[in-house]
């Protein structure tokens, strides 16, 4: 799971749809912009962009201390953000382009968690 979420830009409202209310458990950092999010991302943290063109999730390696760097729906990464990002990795899709933002960062989500304990239950038998 994550352990806190940044919203960049004002265009961040609370959803209906957010049934477990993230905001109430976990930290929400809200920044005006990515200069403010490239000063208080933490150190040492990989940013991975979900965006089309990356590497497909079933062969990406999370990285131990990753930031999912998730665009808008109607615009995606900006060029200059994946440019700054250590990695980028793609979801395929059957009938779609893409998936909406909360989909996709679950669906990269669980992927990690999945392959934390795959590497997890490897050690053990």
């Known amino acids: 799971g994550a352990s806190f979420l940044f919203t960049i830009g004002q265009r961040y409202k609370t959803q209906a749809t957010d049934t477990v209310q993230a905001p109430t458990r976990i930290p929400l950092f809200q920044l005006d912009d990515w200069t403010n999010f490239a ?3 933490p150190r040492g943290a990989r940013w991975v ?5 990356g590497t497909p999730l079933e062969d990406f390696e999370h ?5 999912y760097i998730m ?10 953000v994946l440019r700054a990002c250590h ?5 395929d899709s059957e009938r779609y382009a893409s998936y ?6 679950s669906i990269v989500l669980y992927d990690r968690m ?12």
Not at 63 to 67: G, H, L, M, Q, T
Not at 114 to 125: E, F, H, I, P, W
Request: hydrophobic share 40%; net charge neutral; no cysteine.
């Open 63 to 67: 990285p131990r201390d990753a930031i």
């Open 87 to 91: 990695e980028v990795v793609s979801l």
């Open 49 to 53: 962009a979900v965006e089309m063109g």
């Open 39 to 41: 000063t208080f991302a």
């Open 71 to 80: 665009g808008s729906e109607d615009g995606g990464v900006p060029k200059s």
């Open 100 to 105: 909406n933002v909360a989909v996709a960062a």
């Open 114 to 125: 999945a392959k934390n304990r795959k590497l997890a239950n490897k050690g053990t038998d």
